[in-house]
């Protein structure tokens, strides 16, 4: 049990979080192992969530996330009308210009799906860190402070705060931080639930790819 709280912790305060990914990969079966010695995954102080409470709650703001974006993109049609190749071209064009990092997934949500059927628990792995670069991409190019050990929850509330995401992107962000924390400290997460999770993740990824569509880099 000291063990995987000791590997646990260490992963949290790894610089770069693809470096996270890549101890995943490489060492899959060893975290397998430990997990499996957990019993009860708690977050700090000890309280056990409840996943498709987070859930529900998190797809609750769907239908207000995307009325939000749908507003935004009428106000910028122009930038949209371009085929989805360009749009996934430009969008890593727009990081690369900008010292921005590109996400593991690329922004496509295939990816968290194919590494789903091996292995759900890598798959959250996958989702925790893109979010944590698609929030410190924004605070980068919106020259909002953080410091290099500021947490992604800390980081997205910085966001909500200078007015550069929604209290409803901030709710999301933070349910899908919680659930996948949970999963990464060994509370059995579903495959149903899984599909969820990678429904809702495709609502920020979404609006994250609107925000570069529609002038995020010029701003």
Known sequence: MEIAKLILELISVLIWPIITLIIFFNFKNEFKNILRKITKATLPGGVEIDIDQNIRE?????????????THLQKNIPRTKQKQIEKNELHSKIHKNFGLKD??????????????????????????????????NIAKRYSI?????????????????????????????????????????????????IEEIIEITKILIDDYKSWLDWGFANT
Do not use: F, W
């Open 103 to 136: 996400p593991s997934s690329n922004l496509k949500i295939v990816y968290y799906q194919k590494i789903a059927k091996s292995d759900p628990i890598l798959s959250l792995a996958s989702i925790r860190i893109d979010l944590e670069i698609m929030i410190k």
């Open 145 to 193: 402070i953080i410091k290099q050990n500021d947490s992604p929850n800390k980081i997205a509330q910085s966001l909500l705060e200078n007015y550069k995401i929604t209290s409803n992107q901030y709710n999301m962000i933070k349910q899908l931080l919680k659930i996948c924390n949970a999963g990464l400290h060994g509370q059995e997460v579903s495959n149903e639930q």
């Open 58 to 70: 998190s797809k609750e703001l769907i239908p207000l996330a995307i009325k939000e974006r749908k």
